[in-house]
Nanobody, 126 residues
Framework: QVQLVESGGGLVQAGGSLRLSCAAS????????MGWFRRAPGKEREFVAT????????SYADSVKGRYTISRDNAKNTVYLQMNSLKPEDTAVYYC???????????????????WGRGTQVTVSS
């Protein structure tokens, strides 16, 4: 059974930092793109960041560009999201996702992802 388990969420003051982790089990995703999405209260799920299989290509939503960094460790089957300079509007449940098919590229569309974690809450206080 494939599982993606997020961790690292919590409560932080504006301007602070958090590092999210997403550990995959049940299969390896070393040849697959992975990504982070978020859903804020009362809003639709939105793309945050994506990384290709090797880590050589990344893409970010404009709202987090320059503040967030996505990375991965294929030996650990884990993807990370370093979040700096957090703002109250970053408050959301953050989801990790993985594309099922091997590919060289990144993906920003949630419909391209086949596996999803249950999410971790990030709350940024003002």
């Amino acid at each position: 059974q494939v599982q993606l388990v997020e961790s690292g969420g919590g409560l932080v003051q504006a301007g602070g930092s958090l590092r999210l982790s997403c550990a995959a089990s049940g299969r390896t995703f070393s040849s697959n793109a992975m990504g982070w999405f978020r859903r804020a209260p009362g809003k639709e799920r939105e793309f945050v960041a994506t990384i290709n299989w090797s880590g050589s290509s990344t893409s970010y939503a404009d709202s987090v560009k320059g503040r967030y960094t996505i990375s991965r460790d294929n030996a650990k089957n884990t993807v990370y999201l370093q979040m700096n300079s957090l703002k109250p509007e970053d408050t959301a449940v953050y989801y990790c996702a993985a594309v099922g098919a091997a590919s060289w590229r990144t993906y920003q569309n949630a419909d391209d992802y086949n596996y999803w974690g249950r999410g971790t809450q990030v709350t940024v206080s003002s």
